[in-house]
């Protein structure tokens, strides 16, 4: 199966600064040394239990040159509570062990794909109690390097929202045995 997803309200994302503000009603996403995180909550996730992502990756609208060179790294939530204006509510919150790194220089403007984040889904829709449905928060972090990544949010006027492309599929293994004088 697949499908795509758009952010779908503006609490459906948000950043955090390094003093620990959170906001959730701006019209871009930044993630740099001054704010450190920027989240995004999908929501009714299409992917059943014992599904494997075998391809999932984000899309998002960089809308200024002078934050297209970035290092950030992608961890996810299962089931996150709604975004809060709460201070540290979006660093503060429990995140997979998987994560993806993705680093850019001068990659310009326009809608942009991250990397494949299927290790990070996989932990998610691969834990007990997933369902088909659930929602996930995405979570993109700041790597530490320099470098800005400013992104296009639910709220901005004119450039599309954050948007996450997911395959999956049914894997199955089978264990075959020969017998050696049959070769």
Do not use: C, M
């Not at 954050?162 to 049914?170: G, K, Y």
């Amino acid at each position: 199966g697949s499908f795509t997803l758009d952010i779908a309200a503006g609490e459906d994302d948000g950043l955090e600064t390094y003093t620990g503000d959170v906001r959730t009603f701006d019209t871009g996403l930044t993630v740099n040394s001054a704010y450190l995180y920027s989240g995004l909550i999908f929501r009714d996730l299409a992917i059943p239990p014992g599904a494997t992502v075998t391809n999932a990756y984000l899309n998002v609208y960089i809308h200024n040159v002078t934050n297209d060179s970035f290092g950030l790294t992608i961890r996810g939530q299962a089931n996150p509570a709604d975004f809060t204006t709460t201070a540290y509510s979006l660093s503060g919150r429990a995140k997979t062990a998987a994560g993806v790194s993705w680093v850019a220089t001068d990659i310009d403007t326009g809608v942009k794909s991250s990397p494949d984040i299927s290790a990070v889904l996989n932990e998610i829709v691969g834990a007990e109690g997933w369902a088909e449905g659930d929602d996930l928060a995405l979570f993109l972090i700041y790597g530490g390097a320099g470098g800005s990544l400013g992104i296009a949010s639910y709220e901005h006027p004119t450039s599309p929202p954050p948007q996450l492309v997911v395959e999956w599929a049914f894997v199955t293994s089978i264990d075959v045995t020969v017998p050696l004088d049959t070769l």
